[in-house]
């Protein structure tokens, strides 16, 4: 059986857009997508290609403009599946997250993690990272990666200041039970409570939007 593939493409701010899934929990990540001058930055392309295939088209259908840079917020499948969706971007991670991709996957504990998506994991590669991200790094003017910590001992987000909205990606759970089995809770606490002077709007990488109240709230529960 192959999970349904549902979402839908959500302006959150002039230029920034979240692709949300109609699901909360593992296997049903989100994405982001930030409009710049020179092209698009896609922030992690989901867990499949299947699953980024709507995504991509949602974007295509928005704006005429190349995926040049695609940033992955952590190393676990859900977060890296579906980078075949845009095979001319820039590949953007952590130091972390490009060691993990330079080894084969293990469809078999993809499919463990995820049974939903066991069909397309048979035949998944993966993509390497191609621009490692070991400090605060301007992918356009308007996004800033950031390295941080906590769901795995590195991991990215991003930023976008101007918006006053961070894409928290894989250290972001709204409404949904973590799958934390490499997370050190405690930088994760740290990062989460540093993440509330980041800005207003928080983009997770898994649930609805949301704002300080959330981050506080996935702060407790890692507590």
Same mark, same amino acid.
């Given at each position: 059986m192959v999970t349904a593939m549902a979402g839908s493409l959500q302006n959150v701010a002039p230029g920034v857009y979240a692709w949300l899934d109609d699901a909360f929990g593992p296997g049903h990540p989100n994405a982001g997508m930030v409009v710049a001058d020179d092209g698009l930055t896609v922030i992690?392309?989901?867990?499949?290609p299947r699953q980024a295939t709507p995504f991509a088209a949602a974007? %295509?259908?928005?704006? %005429?403009?190349?995926?040049?840079?695609?940033?992955?917020?952590?190393?676990?499948?859900?977060?890296?599946g579906g980078a075949g969706a845009f095979p001319m971007a820039a590949v953007y991670g952590s130091g972390q997250t490009s060691a993990h991709l330079d080894q084969p996957g293990d469809p078999t504990v993809w499919t463990a993690l995820h049974p939903g998506h066991g069909e397309d994991f048979a035949e998944l590669v993966t993509r390497p990272v191609s621009h490692t991200v070991q400090?605060?790094?301007?992918?356009?003017? %308007?996004?800033?990666?950031?390295?941080?910590?906590?769901?795995?001992?590195?991991?990215?987000?991003?930023?976008i200041p101007g918006a006053d909205v961070e894409f928290l990606g894989a250290l972001g759970w709204f409404g949904c039970v973590p799958l934390a089995f490499e997370a050190d809770f405690g930088l994760w606490i740290d990062t989460l409570t540093a993440a509330l002077d980041w800005g207003s709007v928080f983009v997770p990488g898994h649930g609805p939007i949301g704002d300080a109240d959330d981050v506080r709230s996935l702060i407790a529960y890692l507590e």
């Open positions: 992690d392309p989901l867990c499949t974007v %295509a259908d928005l704006i %005429a403009t190349p995926v040049r840079r695609v940033v992955l917020t952590g190393s676990h499948i859900e977060f890296v400090e605060p790094a301007h992918l356009c003017p %308007a996004s800033i990666a950031i390295p941080r910590g906590g769901f795995q001992l590195e991991n990215l987000a991003v930023q």
